[in-house]
């Protein structure tokens, strides 16, 4: 008796776990594919970057070890870095608007006092 394969959800879980495959078995080849269509629906543009070797090489090997392709890893961490600054930015943007704030509510205590 031959077990029945069961079905794998198409979800981005199922997909990035690779439970729906990740070699050529599971290939199928579209011969009409709109790369600037994908592009476009998911906001990509292409860019060049000049990288050390040692560089890419180490960012693949981390890559492989996640379970990636190495462009995707360098969009995340880019991301990631993104998101830290533009928050630490804020931070430092607050801080400074709450002692301008600050100085100002003294110097008006002090110009009532006087």
């Given at each position: 008796?031959?077990?029945?394969k069961?079905?794998?959800?198409?979800?981005?879980e199922?997909?990035?776990?690779?439970?729906?495959?990740r070699?050529?078995?599971?290939?199928k080849?579209?011969?009409d594919?709109d790369?600037?269509?994908?592009?476009?629906?998911?906001?990509?543009?292409?860019?060049?970057?000049?990288?050390?070797?040692?560089?890419?090489?180490?960012m693949?090997?981390?890559?492989q070890?996640?379970?990636?392709?190495?462009?995707?890893?360098?969009?995340?961490?880019?991301?990631?870095f993104?998101?830290?600054?533009?928050?630490q930015?804020?931070?430092?943007?607050f801080?400074a608007?709450?002692?301008?704030?600050?100085?100002?509510?003294?110097d008006?205590?002090?110009?009532?006092?006087?």
């Open positions: 008796m031959v077990a029945k069961s079905k794998i959800e198409g979800t981005p199922a997909w990035e776990s690779g439970a729906l495959g070699d050529e078995d599971f290939i080849v579209s011969s594919i790369n600037a269509a994908i592009d476009e629906a998911l906001e990509l543009q292409m860019i060049s970057i000049r990288l050390q070797k040692s560089l890419i090489e180490d693949k090997m981390i890559a070890i996640r379970g990636l392709s190495y462009q995707p890893l360098i969009r995340q961490i880019l991301k990631k993104v998101d830290c600054e533009k928050k930015l804020l931070r430092e943007r801080a608007s709450e002692k301008e704030r600050s100085n100002l509510e003294q008006q205590q002090m110009a009532a006092s006087a």
